[in-house]
């Protein structure tokens, strides 16, 4: 069998020592397991929904939301989350979120 014989490379080397650009607050979210015991100690402070009063069932009855958004630089701690309820309802044959949560998130997209 013969030998192959291999050309040099002709391009140049690109360096790997770029800039990376610092990440922002509202791309450090909180994921998995933290996430989940967040939720727990949230919820075990004040079981019922910020907005509405409702007790709210762990853990499907509820989403966490920061009181200030981590986008208006609000921090990603405990102390800026809230448990506001969460429900479903059919509109047209979609399911559709309903309860506080969706009412606030729509809110804050106005802003």
Same mark, same amino acid.
């Given at each position: 069998?013969?030998?192959?014989?291999?050309?040099?490379?002709?391009?140049?080397?690109?360096?790997?020592?770029? @800039?990376?650009?610092?990440?922002?607050?509202?791309?450090?979210?909180?994921?998995?397991?933290?996430?989940? /015991?967040?939720?727990?100690?949230?919820?075990?402070?004040?079981?019922?929904?910020?907005?509405?009063?409702?007790?709210?069932?762990?853990? /499907?009855?509820? /989403? *966490?939301?920061?009181?200030?958004?981590?986008?208006?630089?609000?921090?990603?701690?405990?102390?800026?989350?809230?448990? *506001?309820?969460?429900?479903?309802?059919? @509109? /047209?044959?979609?399911?559709?979120?309903?309860?506080?949560?969706?009412?606030?998130?729509?809110?804050?997209?106005?802003?």
């Amino acid at each position: 069998m013969a030998r192959l014989t291999t050309i040099k490379p002709r391009v140049q080397m690109a360096q790997a020592s770029r @800039i990376q650009p610092l990440p922002i607050v509202a791309d450090m979210r909180i994921t998995g397991r933290k996430l989940q /015991e967040r939720r727990l100690r949230v919820w075990s402070k004040d079981p019922c929904c910020a907005m509405c009063r409702k007790l709210c069932a762990f853990p /499907e009855g509820f /989403e *966490l939301d920061h009181k200030v958004p981590l986008y208006l630089g609000g921090a990603d701690t405990d102390e800026n989350c809230q448990v *506001l309820c969460v429900g479903f309802a059919t @509109i /047209e044959g979609k399911r559709v979120k309903t309860g506080c949560h969706a009412q606030k998130t729509s809110e804050d997209a106005l802003q």
